[in-house]
């Protein structure tokens, strides 16, 4: 767990930089408007989505808005977490 996600006592995730493509559906889908892009480039050279994890319900949309595979890991407390195979 980082630092951050700490903060949400519900839920959170975690966003693998180099796996993200920058497109903004899981920022778009997000009900908690709970991730944003970061200003720096990853290894592929895009901006990668940046988890906030403050309001964070670990309820998963952004897991099935993503069309990356590895990016986007999501914890629920108590719960078994989505993206971690
Ligand atoms: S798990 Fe839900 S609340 Fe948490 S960042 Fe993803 S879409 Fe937002
Ligand atoms: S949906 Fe996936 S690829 Fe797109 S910005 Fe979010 S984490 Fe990155």
Not at 28 to 40: T, V
């Amino acid at each position: 767990m980082t630092t951050e996600a700490v903060k949400s006592t519900k839920g959170w995730i975690e966003i693998s930089e180099d796996h993200c493509k920058g497109c903004f559906l899981c920022i778009e889908d997000c009900p908690q408007d709970d991730i944003e892009i970061a200003p720096h480039f990853n290894r592929m050279g895009y901006h990668p989505a940046k988890a906030l994890n403050i309001r964070c319900t670990g309820c998963g949309i952004c897991f099935y808005a993503c069309p990356e595979p590895r990016a986007i890991r999501v914890y629920k407390r108590g719960g078994p977490a989505k993206g971690d195979s």
